[in-house]
C-alpha cells in the first residue's frame, strides 16, 4: 500500500468532494429528465422524446433542426479559424515576436470585457459589407464566433506553449534543417495538444450555447430555435437542452482520456512492461 502524500487529501475526501461536484451536476439534468417524462394526461412516459422523433412532426421542428444543423456547421467554421488561423499566429507571436505578447493579451481580453450586444452594433455595418459582397448565409455568423472564442482558445494554448518551452525545440527543429511548417506541425502541435483539444472543447461549447449575437444578428442558430420551439413546446426544447449537455460531457470525458501528458502513458507503458517481465 503506498504511503500517502503529504498535503493530498485522503481517498474518502476525493471522493466525497466528487461526489458533491458530481450532484451539482447531476441534479438539474435528473430534474431536466423528470420533466421530459411528463406526460400531458398525467404520469410518466416517453411521448415527447417520440414526438421529437415522429417522422410526421418533421415541419413543426425543422426551424429546430435547421438551427441544429447550423450551429454544427458553425463550430466547424469556428475550429478552422482557431487551428489554422489562430494557432500559427499564436506560435508566431510567442517565437518570432515576443514584444507582441501583452498587446496580444490585452486585445485578446476585449472580447470578455465588451458585452455582447456592444459587439453586435460593431459587428453590424461589417455584416451589411458583408452581405452584399458575399451574401448573409449563417457561415458568415463564424467571423463573428472567432473573435468571441479567442480568449479562451488563446489561453488554453498559450499556457501549454509556456510549458513545453517552446523557443527551444523550434530552435533545434530549425538547426536540423526543418522548416517552419514541420515546427508547427510536428513540433509545436504534439506538444500543445493539450491546449489544442481544451481550445477545441471550449470553440464547440460557447457556439452551441451562444444567443446573443445570432439572434440579434438574425442567424437561426441552436438557441435560437430553442427559444421559437420553447414557445409552443417546451418539452422538446427541453429534450434538446438535456442531449446538449449530456453530448458536451461525453466530449469532455472524450477530450480528457486522450490528452493527457505523453509521459505518464509512457509510464504506464514501462510499467506493464515490467510487471509481464517479471
Not at 193 to 209: C, M, Q
Request: hydrophobic share 55%.
Amino acid at each position: 500500500m503506498s504511503a500517502r502524500v503529504p498535503g493530498r487529501p485522503s481517498r474518502a475526501v476525493s471522493y466525497t468532494v466528487i461526489a458533491i461536484i458530481g450532484g451539482v451536476f447531476l441534479i438539474p439534468l435528473l430534474a431536466m429528465l423528470e420533466f421530459t417524462l411528463r406526460q400531458t394526461s398525467g404520469g410518466y412516459g416517453a411521448e415527447h422524446w417520440a414526438a421529437l422523433f415522429d417522422p410526421e412532426n418533421a415541419r413543426k421542428y425543422r426551424v429546430l433542426f435547421k438551427g441544429i444543423g447550423n450551429s454544427f456547421v458553425l463550430a466547424g467554421l469556428s475550429l478552422v479559424i482557431v487551428l489554422a488561423l489562430f494557432f500559427p499566429t499564436i506560435v508566431l507571436v510567442h517565437l518570432r515576436f515576443p514584444r507582441l505578447q501583452r498587446a496580444l493579451d490585452l486585445l485578446t481580453v476585449l472580447p470578455i470585457a465588451i458585452p455582447a450586444i456592444v459587439l453586435v452594433v460593431g459587428f453590424a455595418p461589417i455584416y451589411r459589407v458583408i452581405g452584399q459582397m458575399f451574401g448573409s448565409g449563417v457561415w458568415s455568423l463564424s467571423l463573428a464566433y472567432g473573435v468571441l472564442v479567442l480568449p479562451f482558445a488563446y489561453r488554453a494554448i498559450v499556457a501549454d506553449l509556456h510549458g513545453m518551452d517552446a523557443r527551444t525545440r523550434a530552435e533545434a527543429a530549425r538547426s536540423l534543417g526543418a522548416g517552419w511548417g514541420t515546427v508547427l506541425v510536428r513540433v509545436i502541435a504534439p506538444g500543445v495538444r493539450r491546449g489544442l483539444l481544451a481550445a477545441s472543447l471550449l470553440t464547440i461549447a460557447i457556439v452551441l450555447g451562444e444567443f446573443t449575437v445570432s439572434s440579434l444578428l438574425n442567424r437561426t442558430t441552436l438557441q435560437v430555435a430553442l427559444l421559437q420551439v420553447s414557445k409552443s413546446d417546451p418539452f422538446v426544447a427541453v429534450i434538446v437542452s438535456l442531449l446538449s449537455l449530456v453530448g458536451a460531457f461525453l466530449v469532455l470525458l472524450a477530450v480528457s482520456s486522450t490528452g493527457g501528458p505523453p509521459r505518464r502513458r509512457a509510464r504506464r507503458r514501462t510499467r506493464s512492461t515490467h510487471s509481464e517481465e517479471s
